[in-house]
Every structure is written in structure tokens, then in C-alpha cells.
């Protein structure tokens, strides 16, 4: 018996060796033969005599791994492994779709895109949908969450169908990490974030940003956008919207309401800012990118230069040509309020960027040429 234990982890060495393995393989490889030659040391001194009449008894399973070595290779699993153990059964079910392993798959992945907007509006589509399994929601439900509980149920398909049920409605919430991560993972939920130069990079919206609904293609991985209506103009959908384009919201706010600024008394020439806009009041803002610029009076010297003790605030857009009613515009800081007309617009609240990312976000989207 030992003679064939040994042959078996050599062939098993052997062939690891002549396959091309992920990189969690090799911890959990680790892991496996630490245990595996403590198990051999201790039999080594400690032999003993199997029971003939239960030779599967001594069979070893990852079951039997510490617990610790056990959620560590369960860590190192990507959610279509962590799906496929939880498959094998009750036990590594159990553990499998525990919060704190999706939660790191989850940040990983939507972190940069879920605000507390995108929560929020997730713990609505759960409460929605909450007597789904009563009688009258047998014929669907308009949100078509019955199918991401398809889905997840699918996970246990290897119990009978009454076990399952009742397995999967109580070791697997739909409030859990894993049920959030399938339904975002699915495209089943729409969840709101900003977009980068909406509709395509339409040249109205050049760098600028603006809040949609968004729902996730596995298969092209990119977004389907939903952008909200303006007045009477109907709901505008964009496909192939990619990663890079998107934000979770800065501001957790409605697009409709004033962004009351805290940071007016502290800009100055050459400042980045991002200033709310909209064209006219049936309108959601947007948030447009912009540059402090100096008042007409100051020659741009920096050693004489007073505008940052002026009331009045320059904001330059300088991707519009010199001469454009959109190049320059001025606000009062000390008394902010939305100000402009039907002509050119509303102008609103205005953040001050100091994060390098963000900034260097609108200078990767800056348009190949001058706006008019």
C-alpha cells in the first residue's frame, strides 16, 4: 500500500509537470503535498492495519484537508470554480457559496463600477421579487429575476428536485454575495453608473458623463446602456459600451438635483474641475470636464496672479475652439446657483479633481480634434 501511494504522487509530480497549470494551481499543489507527506510521515511511524471489511474508509478526500488548507484552495478558485465544487456536495456546498469568497470576486471585478447607488437599487430588485415562489408569480415576473433563480438553483441540480428547492432557499439567500455577483455576471440586473462620452462618442457629449442603467454581455464583455429620457426625446440605447468608459457615480445623487459645491472658496487658475450641465431644465445633468482658467483683467503671470480672491470664477473648455460660445463661461462663486439660459445651457455644481486618476481618465478621452 505504501509502495503505491508513493508510485502515485511521483505520476501525479510527473504529469503536473508536462501540463500548462493556472497560477492558483501551484499553491493549492502545495497545499495538497504538504498534507499529503505529513499524512505519509505520521503512518510511517504509526502504521496500522486497514479494516478489510471498509477499505473506502481510509480513501483519502479533500474533505479531510485542514480547514484551513481547505478555504485557502477555495480562495484561490474563480467564481466557474467555486460554482463547480459547490456541485460535489452538501459540505463543499455549504462552503462555497459563503459571502466572503464572492465578496473578493465581486470587488474585484465591479468594484470600480458598483457605488452605493448600484446596491441601493439592488436591495429594490430583491424586495420587488421577494413572494416570487408564491402562486402568483408562477408565470414570471417582469424583471425576469425567476430566471436568475433558475440559475442559481441550477448549482444543485445534482440533488432531487425537492431537496434542492429547499436547499438552495436556504443555504443560498437571494440577498447573498454569490446571488449579486450571478445577476450582474447574467446581465439579468441593471444596475446605474456613469458612462464616458455617451451614445458612441456622439460629438455633443464630448468629454462629458452621464448616468445610465446598465446591464453586462458575458459574451462580448462590454455593456448595454440605457440613458435616461431628455423631455420628450424617448430612451437612448447603447451597445458595445467597453470597462474603460465606466464609473461609479462621484456624487450620490439624482442627475436632477443641484450639486451643492464645497470646494468654490479653494479653485484657482489651472485647476481640473467637473461642472454639472444640462440644456435645459427637463433635462439630467451631466458632468463636463473643465480647467480653472484666469479672468480677463490678469495676465496669467502666476507671481501677480489675484483671480483666486475674485468672486468670480473663469472655467475654460478647451476642447472647443477659441471663440466658441462653449469655450469660456464664468459663475459667482460666493453666491452659486444654476445659472444660464435655453441658448447655452444650465451650468450647476462643480467638484474640484484632485484625484491623478480622474484626471488622467479625461485626458486619455480627449477628442483627436477641436470641437466648433
Not at 93 to 106: A, F, I, M, Q, T
Not at 311 to 331: A, C, D, H, K, P
Amino acid at each position: 500500500m505504501l509502495l503505491y501511494f508513493i508510485i502515485s504522487c511521483l505520476s501525479f509530480f510527473f504529469l503536473s509537470k508536462s501540463f500548462s497549470l493556472p497560477p492558483w494551481a501551484s499553491e493549492t499543489k502545495t497545499l495538497l503535498s504538504f498534507y499529503f507527506s505529513k499524512s505519509l510521515f505520521t503512518k510511517t511511524l504509526h502504521p496500522t492495519t486497514p479494516d478489510p471489511a471498509s477499505p473506502v474508509d481510509h480513501q483519502m478526500s479533500v474533505l479531510d484537508l485542514p480547514d484551513l488548507a481547505l478555504d485557502r484552495i477555495l480562495e484561490l478558485l474563480p467564481p466557474s470554480g467555486l460554482s463547480s465544487m459547490a456541485r460535489v456536495c452538501s459540505s463543499l456546498r455549504e462552503r462555497c457559496v459563503s459571502d466572503h469568497l464572492w465578496e473578493k470576486h465581486l470587488i474585484t471585478k465591479w468594484g470600480k463600477v458598483l457605488g452605493p447607488a448600484a446596491h441601493r437599487e439592488w436591495k429594490c430588485y430583491l424586495s420587488s421579487s421577494y413572494h416570487l415562489d408564491s402562486p402568483s408569480h408562477q408565470t414570471g415576473h417582469p424583471l425576469g429575476f425567476d430566471k436568475i433563480i433558475s440559475l442559481i438553483r441550477s448549482v444543485f441540480r445534482n440533488d432531487d428536485d425537492n431537496k434542492r428547492k429547499r436547499y438552495a432557499a436556504s443555504s443560498l439567500p437571494l440577498d447573498s454575495t454569490m446571488s449579486f455577483y450571478l445577476s450582474l455576471e447574467t446581465g439579468r440586473f441593471w444596475f446605474p453608473a456613469q458612462v464616458y462620452n455617451r451614445e458612441n462618442g456622439h460629438v455633443g457629449f464630448m468629454l462629458s458623463c452621464y448616468d445610465a442603467e446598465l446591464s453586462y454581455d458575458t459574451l462580448t464583455d462590454t455593456f448595454k446602456a440605457r440613458y435616461p429620457p431628455h423631455g420628450r426625446r424617448a430612451v437612448a440605447v447603447e451597445k458595445g459600451v467597453t470597462w474603460e468608459r465606466l464609473r461609479a457615480a462621484p456624487i450620490d445623487a439624482s442627475p436632477h438635483h443641484l450639486h451643492v459645491s464645497d470646494s468654490l472658496n479653494e479653485l484657482k487658475p489651472g485647476d481640473h474641475i467637473e461642472i454639472q450641465w444640462r440644456r435645459n431644465k427637463e433635462f439630467p445633468y451631466g458632468w463636463w470636464y473643465g480647467i480653472v482658467g484666469h479672468l480677463e483683467s490678469c495676465d496669467g503671470n502666476l507671481n501677480h496672479c489675484h483671480c483666486h480672491l475674485n468672486e468670480m470664477v473663469v472655467l475654460e473648455f478647451n476642447q472647443y475652439t477659441v471663440g466658441s460660445r462653449w469655450r469660456r463661461t464664468m459663475i459667482n462663486k460666493r453666491d452659486h446657483r444654476e445659472e444660464g439660459n435655453e441658448e447655452e445651457g444650465f451650468y450647476g455644481g462643480i467638484r474640484k479633481l484632485s484625484c491623478k486618476e480622474e484626471i488622467a481618465m479625461w485626458t486619455r478621452l480627449w477628442p483627436s480634434s477641436i470641437l466648433e
